[in-house]
């Protein structure tokens, strides 16, 4: 079970590491700056049914550095994205899930988005505005885009759905507020909630990927 074709979005893939009838398929988006090299080294902690597709973002930022939309940070720490370019990113998200779900014969109630920093935005976003895609998202050390608010689907949509979130202390990067308005805000909704903090910057610690995986492993 390999992807062949060119998707939407350049790619690194993990077949799935156990025989199944029924695999599972995990998206791995990484932060501002990298590339699909950094997620792709978790995949060895996956859950073996999972086939795991790591994302390359579109937009270059340097040598083997990328992201999935430009923006700014105000001295008061306010933050102003490129809103084209996010709603782009979306969209060729959108498409390869899409692609890679029909080419691998993995259907959306089977599919996982996860991502780190602004990885993980893209993957609540997903969640969000297309909750029809998708069966999960994981969202370690991000935050909630004001700007998806409006496009967000019908509550009633969200019944069945799960979203892991967590997030360091002290994180030096995205404060730890913006993980407690994901939380209120996903709260109001029909999903089922995981909410985590760790005593960690902005990274993920093993104890915090060991927690994440085994709830992988638990979706049903």
Do not use: C
């Amino acid at each position: 079970m390999t992807l062949t074709t060119k998707l939407p979005l350049e790619f690194l893939q993990r077949e799935p590491q156990a025989q199944t009838a029924d695999p599972w398929l995990l998206v791995l988006m990484h932060g501002v700056g990298s590339n699909e090299q950094d997620l792709f080294g978790l995949a060895p902690y996956v859950p073996p049914q999972f086939h795991v597709l790591s994302l390359r973002a579109p937009y270059p930022m340097g040598v083997q550095a990328n992201a999935w939309f430009h923006f700014t940070v105000d001295t008061n720490g306010t933050r102003h994205i490129d809103v084209a370019q996010e709603r782009a990113s979306r969209e060729s998200l959108e498409r390869t899930l899409a692609q890679a779900q029909q080419e691998l014969g993995i259907g959306a109630e089977r599919t996982v988005v996860a991502g780190f920093s602004q990885g993980g935005i893209m993957a609540l976003s997903t969640l969000l505005t297309r909750p029809q895609s998708l069966r999960a998202a994981m969202v370690w050390h991000s935050r909630l885009l004001p700007e998806i608010k409006q496009f967000q689907a019908p509550a009633g949509q969200f019944a069945g759905k799960s979203l892991w979130i967590s997030h360091g202390t002290y994180d030096n990067v995205i404060p730890l507020t913006s993980a407690h308005t994901m939380r209120d805000h996903v709260q109001a909704l029909p999903l089922g909630l995981a909410y985590h903090e760790y005593a960690s910057a902005h990274e993920i610690r093993p104890d915090e990927l060991q927690a994440s995986m085994q709830w992988l492993g638990h979706l049903r």
